[in-house]
Protein backbone atom coordinates (compact mmCIF):
# COMPACT_ATOMS: atom_id res chain seq x y z
CA UNK A 1 0.00 0.00 0.00
CA UNK A 2 1.36 3.69 -0.82
CA UNK A 3 1.70 5.86 2.05
CA UNK A 4 -0.41 8.86 2.43
CA UNK A 5 1.87 11.84 2.00
CA UNK A 6 0.98 14.93 3.26
CA UNK A 7 1.44 18.32 1.01
CA UNK A 8 4.82 20.12 0.92
CA UNK A 9 4.02 23.42 3.16
CA UNK A 10 3.20 26.63 1.30
CA UNK A 11 2.98 29.04 3.82
CA UNK A 12 6.56 29.87 3.22
CA UNK A 13 8.88 32.95 1.06
CA UNK A 14 12.21 31.27 1.10
CA UNK A 15 14.10 27.94 0.80
CA UNK A 16 17.66 27.10 1.06
CA UNK A 17 18.91 24.07 -0.64
CA UNK A 18 22.42 22.52 1.03
CA UNK A 19 23.93 19.86 -0.84
CA UNK A 20 27.39 18.13 -1.37
CA UNK A 21 27.95 18.16 -5.38
CA UNK A 22 26.99 19.81 -8.24
CA UNK A 23 23.72 17.73 -9.80
CA UNK A 24 22.36 16.54 -6.62
CA UNK A 25 19.86 18.94 -6.26
CA UNK A 26 18.85 18.00 -10.38
CA UNK A 27 18.70 14.76 -9.27
CA UNK A 28 16.05 14.83 -6.53
CA UNK A 29 14.12 18.05 -6.66
CA UNK A 30 14.69 20.44 -9.70
CA UNK A 31 10.92 19.82 -10.53
CA UNK A 32 9.98 20.97 -7.23
CA UNK A 33 12.35 23.88 -6.70
CA UNK A 34 10.72 24.91 -10.41
CA UNK A 35 7.34 24.59 -8.93
CA UNK A 36 8.21 26.64 -5.93
CA UNK A 37 10.53 29.65 -8.48
CA UNK A 38 7.62 30.20 -10.90
CA UNK A 39 4.75 30.22 -7.33
CA UNK A 40 7.29 33.40 -6.37
CA UNK A 41 9.72 31.90 -3.89
CA UNK A 42 13.47 32.41 -3.69
CA UNK A 43 14.96 29.44 -3.36
CA UNK A 44 19.43 29.57 -3.18
CA UNK A 45 21.81 26.70 -3.22
CA UNK A 46 24.73 25.88 -1.14
CA UNK A 47 27.26 23.00 -2.16
CA UNK A 48 29.87 21.79 0.03
CA UNK A 49 32.09 20.65 -3.00
CA UNK A 50 32.77 21.83 -6.48
CA UNK A 51 32.39 17.78 -7.64
CA UNK A 52 36.11 18.05 -8.99
CA UNK A 53 36.25 14.29 -8.67
CA UNK A 54 33.16 13.60 -10.72
CA UNK A 55 34.25 13.20 -14.00
CA UNK A 56 36.12 10.09 -14.66
CA UNK A 57 39.79 10.86 -16.89
CA UNK A 58 39.22 14.67 -16.02
CA UNK A 59 41.71 16.19 -14.00
CA UNK A 60 40.27 17.89 -10.94
CA UNK A 61 41.81 21.23 -11.80
CA UNK A 62 39.80 20.85 -14.88
CA UNK A 63 36.64 19.24 -13.05
CA UNK A 64 36.09 21.56 -10.70
CA UNK A 65 35.48 24.49 -12.61
CA UNK A 66 33.27 22.99 -15.70
CA UNK A 67 31.15 21.18 -13.01
CA UNK A 68 30.36 24.81 -11.09
CA UNK A 69 30.02 26.30 -14.22
CA UNK A 70 27.07 23.48 -15.33
CA UNK A 71 25.61 24.03 -12.16
CA UNK A 72 25.11 27.56 -12.46
CA UNK A 73 23.66 27.30 -15.47
CA UNK A 74 21.49 24.30 -14.60
CA UNK A 75 19.88 26.15 -11.29
CA UNK A 76 19.01 29.39 -13.81
CA UNK A 77 16.94 27.01 -15.40
CA UNK A 78 14.58 26.55 -12.48
CA UNK A 79 14.53 30.27 -11.42
CA UNK A 80 17.87 29.48 -8.86
CA UNK A 81 20.60 32.76 -9.37
CA UNK A 82 22.21 32.35 -5.98
CA UNK A 83 24.67 29.49 -6.07
CA UNK A 84 27.42 29.05 -3.40
CA UNK A 85 30.27 26.67 -3.27
CA UNK A 86 32.53 26.03 -0.04
CA UNK A 87 35.42 24.01 -1.19
CA UNK A 88 35.54 21.57 1.09
CA UNK A 89 36.92 18.12 -0.86
CA UNK A 90 34.56 15.88 -3.15
CA UNK A 91 34.56 12.43 -1.78
CA UNK A 92 36.15 13.18 1.04
CA UNK A 93 32.33 15.29 2.26
CA UNK A 94 32.44 14.02 6.31
CA UNK A 95 30.65 15.14 9.11
CA UNK A 96 32.94 17.13 10.88
CA UNK A 97 32.62 20.14 13.25
CA UNK A 98 34.32 22.13 10.54
CA UNK A 99 31.13 21.51 8.32
CA UNK A 100 28.63 22.00 11.29
CA UNK A 101 29.73 25.07 11.41
CA UNK A 102 30.20 26.19 7.25
CA UNK A 103 26.37 24.80 7.58
CA UNK A 104 25.12 26.77 10.64
CA UNK A 105 26.93 30.15 9.04
CA UNK A 106 25.08 29.30 6.22
CA UNK A 107 21.54 29.06 7.33
CA UNK A 108 21.97 31.93 9.98
CA UNK A 109 22.91 34.50 7.16
CA UNK A 110 19.93 33.05 4.87
CA UNK A 111 17.55 33.03 7.24
CA UNK A 112 15.36 30.26 5.19
CA UNK A 113 11.95 29.22 6.17
CA UNK A 114 12.82 25.65 4.56
CA UNK A 115 15.89 24.14 4.40
CA UNK A 116 16.33 20.90 2.28
CA UNK A 117 18.90 18.84 1.81
CA UNK A 118 20.05 15.03 0.30
CA UNK A 119 18.91 11.81 2.05
CA UNK A 120 21.25 10.56 5.19
CA UNK A 121 19.77 6.93 4.94
CA UNK A 122 22.67 4.05 3.72
CA UNK A 123 20.59 3.10 0.74
CA UNK A 124 17.97 4.81 -1.63
CA UNK A 125 16.18 1.61 -2.23
CA UNK A 126 17.16 -2.09 -1.46
CA UNK A 127 20.35 -2.82 -3.38
CA UNK A 128 20.79 0.77 -3.91
CA UNK A 129 23.34 1.86 -1.95
CA UNK A 130 23.75 6.23 -0.82
CA UNK A 131 27.18 7.52 -1.41
CA UNK A 132 29.02 8.35 1.80
CA UNK A 133 29.60 12.14 1.08
CA UNK A 134 25.57 12.13 0.94
CA UNK A 135 24.98 10.25 4.23
CA UNK A 136 27.35 12.76 6.07
CA UNK A 137 26.69 16.02 4.57
CA UNK A 138 23.16 15.03 5.39
CA UNK A 139 23.89 13.93 8.87
CA UNK A 140 26.10 17.32 9.34
CA UNK A 141 23.05 19.67 8.39
CA UNK A 142 20.50 18.02 10.67
CA UNK A 143 23.69 18.63 13.68
CA UNK A 144 23.93 21.98 12.48
CA UNK A 145 20.47 22.90 12.23
CA UNK A 146 20.23 21.40 16.18
CA UNK A 147 22.71 24.23 17.41
CA UNK A 148 20.89 27.22 16.05
CA UNK A 149 18.78 29.64 18.34
CA UNK A 150 16.85 30.15 15.85
CA UNK A 151 16.32 27.63 13.47
CA UNK A 152 14.05 27.61 10.02
CA UNK A 153 10.73 26.32 10.27
CA UNK A 154 11.20 22.86 8.79
CA UNK A 155 14.03 20.50 7.80
CA UNK A 156 13.69 17.97 4.57
CA UNK A 157 15.42 15.64 3.42
CA UNK A 158 14.44 14.17 -0.18
CA UNK A 159 14.61 10.70 -0.30
CA UNK A 160 12.88 7.13 0.60
CA UNK A 161 10.59 6.91 3.49
CA UNK A 162 8.69 10.31 2.26
CA UNK A 163 6.39 12.43 4.62
CA UNK A 164 5.21 14.56 2.17
CA UNK A 165 4.80 15.81 -1.08
CA UNK A 166 5.47 18.55 -3.32
CA UNK A 167 2.99 18.17 -6.72
CA UNK A 168 5.21 19.01 -10.08
CA UNK A 169 3.08 18.90 -12.84
CA UNK A 170 3.72 21.61 -15.69
CA UNK A 171 7.73 21.59 -14.17
CA UNK A 172 9.01 18.37 -16.03
CA UNK A 173 10.27 19.75 -18.70
CA UNK A 174 12.10 22.49 -16.48
CA UNK A 175 13.75 19.72 -14.48
CA UNK A 176 15.25 17.92 -17.64
CA UNK A 177 16.79 20.62 -18.95
CA UNK A 178 18.13 21.94 -15.62
CA UNK A 179 19.53 18.51 -15.14
CA UNK A 180 20.71 18.43 -18.96
CA UNK A 181 22.44 21.39 -18.51
CA UNK A 182 25.06 19.35 -16.87
CA UNK A 183 26.13 17.60 -20.34
CA UNK A 184 29.88 17.10 -19.82
CA UNK A 185 29.13 15.52 -16.93
CA UNK A 186 26.60 12.87 -18.24
CA UNK A 187 28.20 12.50 -21.39
CA UNK A 188 31.11 10.97 -19.62
CA UNK A 189 29.15 8.96 -17.32
CA UNK A 190 26.94 6.91 -19.64
CA UNK A 191 28.66 7.55 -23.01
CA UNK A 192 26.09 5.22 -24.87
CA UNK A 193 23.01 7.29 -23.80
CA UNK A 194 21.86 10.43 -25.26
CA UNK A 195 22.18 13.46 -22.14
CA UNK A 196 18.60 14.41 -22.64
CA UNK A 197 17.74 10.75 -22.21
CA UNK A 198 19.38 10.46 -19.12
CA UNK A 199 17.68 13.52 -17.70
CA UNK A 200 14.40 12.20 -18.50
CA UNK A 201 14.78 9.27 -17.48
CA UNK A 202 16.11 10.45 -13.84
CA UNK A 203 13.10 13.06 -13.42
CA UNK A 204 10.27 10.76 -14.40
CA UNK A 205 12.34 8.45 -11.87
CA UNK A 206 12.02 11.36 -8.81
CA UNK A 207 8.54 12.44 -10.57
CA UNK A 208 6.35 9.71 -10.28
CA UNK A 209 2.41 10.05 -10.45
CA UNK A 210 1.53 10.22 -6.45
CA UNK A 211 -2.10 8.96 -5.05
CA UNK A 212 -1.89 11.67 -2.74
CA UNK A 213 -2.14 14.40 -4.88
CA UNK A 214 -4.87 13.01 -7.73
CA UNK A 215 -2.35 10.87 -9.58
CA UNK A 216 -0.13 14.05 -10.12
CA UNK A 217 3.47 13.98 -10.44
CA UNK A 218 5.11 14.53 -7.35
CA UNK A 219 8.68 15.12 -5.53
CA UNK A 220 8.65 13.24 -2.26
CA UNK A 221 10.46 14.64 1.15
CA UNK A 222 11.06 13.42 4.61
CA UNK A 223 10.77 15.94 7.26
CA UNK A 224 13.02 16.10 9.95
CA UNK A 225 12.54 18.85 11.78
CA UNK A 226 10.45 19.82 13.31
Do not use: C
Not at 41 to 66: D, H, Q, S
Not at 88 to 96: A, E, H, I, K, N
Not at 128 to 148: G, R, S
Not at 151 to 172: C, K, M, Y
Amino acid sequence: MTPTLEPFPTDWRTALVLVPHPDDPEYGIGAAVAAWTAAGRTVRYALATRGERGIEGMAPEEAGPLREGEQRRSAAIVGVDDVEFWDFPDGSVRDTPALHDRIATAIAEAAPDVVVTIYSGDEWAPGEPNQTDHIEFAKAVAKAYDTLADPPRWLFENGSGATHGQPVDGHIEAAVASLAAHEVYLRVLDPDTPVIDQARTQVAQTTQPHPSFGGRPTVQFIQRRP
